[in-house]
């Protein structure tokens, strides 16, 4: 009996693991052969030759590459901090005080990453074309910040939850004024829900198509625009290497930012 | 020092529930001042409205022409910023008035060695001990020049055999600085510890406020009484016994009493417990159980006394 | 806090919220009857309405987002489920490993697309490996799964990039049931079926009705995965809201913006029909 619950475990566990390789690292095996290959051809399996050619394309030869992986970046970034400045004072609102209808505020200020982004976006589409933000990078950090920031809300609004109120209320009796503890008794406080809000932020706005197509109009560069015409093009090997380089770049970032924020903490015995 | 904090009718309610009840109190100026109560009494809402952190529903606070500065509250547990090192600690509130670089660093150095800490500038609040942390905390309110210091209860987070020290280390601070003090605490031995003044607050209203002894020895009220230590009520039927001739019914302090041992006393000792300072001796008399302090040392259970009354107070 | 701090608090948000989001939908509104779209708009007040509600091309298009909304969600809540109990079960030493499942969090929809065109359009992988295996005779059952007019291959797309987000928010809730709650329902007899079904379910209710009105939502009016995997006809409607809004007249403005009010109100009623009947579903289940 115990002995038929064990093999009955181990296989449990054997049909998982087999699973999570199928799934999900399997797929990222054949994108590396196809970004090695020259070409791949039905019925394949294998490629048709190995070759750097996808290599030298994205990183020499092809005009856009570097400018649309910065300008992505760049972009994603401003987000992240508009998101931030804009959601910082309501976040310290929702978090400390209770007034009438605050769930209803609360639930509106949440809701444009409950409803679908569709819906929204033609309107604000002719209000932006209207302000002349269109084309411009402003209008994309704008764009995706409204649909973007109540990921970011809702980290801070639990962050704030957890900060002790007692702490802004010693700062402001020393005599700083509320900016100043705001920049410097709050904020430092508030990192691990930084951490935790910004990078969701900072990804699902790097990762956007739709919205940067609709609102750049192909005049601000980005990396899913330049991956675009290669998927639509069925040139494999290409695509395949950007894919990778969306899976490395993301995870490249979070390691930086986690080993800051563990060493800041660290310094501080904070745990 | 001329003058008195005074707290005018001070009302305060939280969520419908009144912490504050038309409170009124003078705190002469210069003087140490404990605030007694139980947990919920409404102690640290007291602190806080001196502090200017919240307003009073009605009523006011008046603080004589003579002080300058705000009142600086140290918070129970302190409130240290965690991501600032000792020294911008103690330095936040000059640095929030954007004085000169130079200036700050001389005011913060010459607190630290004031108070101590000067060896653990560099150090980050976590990694301070309990009393190094207040001291840091009360550096980095004193740094500014305070006239008033608030502390809502100092000695919660230090260890219980730090309690007279860090009193006497208080009152030399109170004195160093001409300081008005005023403290909160739920426990009367740090009160009295600290303090000349003592106010009794209970639900938010004022039971006694005066010098700390008279309050001890002759209080107001039965509750007040109690709050400070024991009470012994004497039964009408003893007044004979105790020569008393009052009408009012009469307590007194365990410590009030003295023992004469005689054989043929009326008294009888049930039990002896050694305290430290004192012995608490459980006494029978006439089927009223007496609590008393005493330094006697030589009695012990079984023995019999008689009792003397030295002090007592009736109401 | 005073009201006027509060409400300065407050502003930094809903300024650009109701700046954008408001009159964003109230311009929608406006235009979807013609108003301030057209300038000789002959239409009455509805007649875009009661247009599109009569073209068999939305219709099919609503029933055919609503079907691959649908599908995708409880397809992603269905395999996420399951993948969350088994990586909850797994021995400690296969964690690490077991993490994977979140690459496709941070994969970018276009690319998820890209992966499933790769593998499962009639000339890609997993048909040429059926090809090689059959020795030619057949190319499997996937092999016209982007043609289907079931929509698989984006229903798939969507479970693949949302059921671990499904398997992240409910390894959230189940790491946090006590190990003794599940010993001691098994010492009382019960089974792994019964004890899913009657101790771990309740605990992931909330979270999975939350989850079901977000991916249900958000598959109903994305546009990145159909955009790549999906066929002309029958479209997604964020597709031909798109083609309409971009690609046709003027004139037709109110139609887009017609189609656009309907899904606004729908997604509205939706959120708000659904978690009130999951709060009595609740309270029912409470009660027993």
Known sequence: MKNGSLVFKSIRSLLTVSVLILVFILPVLLLLMLAFSSAWRFPGPGPVAFSLRAFRYVFFQSPGFFQSILSSTFYSICTVILSLTLCILPARALAWEDFPLKRVVEGLLLSPVLLPVMTFSMGIHILMLKWGLTGTAAGIVVVLTLFNYPYMLRSLISGYQQFPRTMTETASNLGAPWHYTLVRVELPQLIPAIAAGAPVVFLTAFSEYFLVFLIGGGAVPSLSGYLFPFISGSDYPVSSLIVIIFIILPLLLFTLLDSVVYAVYKKRSLS | ?315 | MKRSVLAAHLMPLLIPFSLFFVYGMVLTLAQSTGWGAVDDYRGGFFSAYEKILKDPLFLQSTIYSLWIALASSVGALFFGSLLALAIWQLPRRFKLLAGIYRLPIILPHITIAFIVLFLFSNRGMVPALFYHWSSGETLGPFSNLLYSRGGGAIILAYIYKEAPFVVLMELAVLQNIPEERIITARQLGAGGFRIYLRVILPQLRAVINTLFVILFLYSLGAFDIPFILGISEPSMLSIQIYNLYFKSDLVNRPLVMARLSLMFLFSLGFILIYLKAAKNLDERVRKI
């Open chain 2, 1 to 315: 020092m001329e003058g008195f904090i005074k707290f005018l009718n001070v009302c305060k309610q939280y969520h419908d529930a009144s912490v504050l009840k038309d409170l009124n109190i003078s705190v002469p100026l210069g003087e140490s001042l404990s605030v007694l109560g139980p947990s919920g009494s409404g102690k640290t809402t007291l602190l806080k409205i001196l502090a200017n952190i919240i307003t009073a529903d009605s009523g006011s606070v008046v603080l004589p022409h003579t002080i300058k500065s705000q009142p600086v509250l140290v918070f129970q547990d302190y409130q240290l910023f965690p991501y600032m090192t000792v020294y911008n600690n103690i330095a936040f509130g000059l640095q929030a008035r954007r004085l000169p670089k130079k200036e700050i660093k001389e005011k913060v150095e010459a607190m630290a060695v004031k108070l101590s800490i000067d060896n653990r500038l560099k150090a980050y609040p976590a990694q301070l001990s309990g009393g190094e942390k207040q001291r840091c905390a009360l550096a980095r309110a004193l740094v500014l020049k305070p006239e008033v210091i608030l502390l809502d209860e100092p000695f919660a987070n230090l260890d219980r055999n730090l309690k007279s020290e860090t009193a006497e280390f208080l009152r030399s601070i109170q004195q160093d600085f001409k300081l008005t003090m005023i403290t909160v605490t739920h426990d009367q031995e740090e009160a009295l510890m600290l303090s000349d003044w003592l106010a009794i607050l209970v639900n938010g209203e004022m039971l006694e406020f005066g010098r700390a002894e008279d309050i001890y020895f002759q209080p107001g009220s039965l509750e007040a009484a109690r709050f400070l230590g024991p009470v012994n009520e004497i039964p009408r039927s003893l007044y004979a016994y105790f020569l008393l001739e009052s009408t009012d019914s009469v307590y007194c302090r365990a410590e009030s009493l003295e023992m004469i041992p005689d054989e043929n006393g009326k008294a009888k000792i049930k039990s002896k417990h050694f305290k430290g300072r004192y012995f608490r001796y459980t006494i029978e008399l006439a089927d009223t159980s007496i609590q008393l302090f005493s330094q006697q040392k030589d009695l012990c259970g079984g023995d019999r006394v008689d009792l003397k009354l030295k002090e007592f107070f009736s109401f």
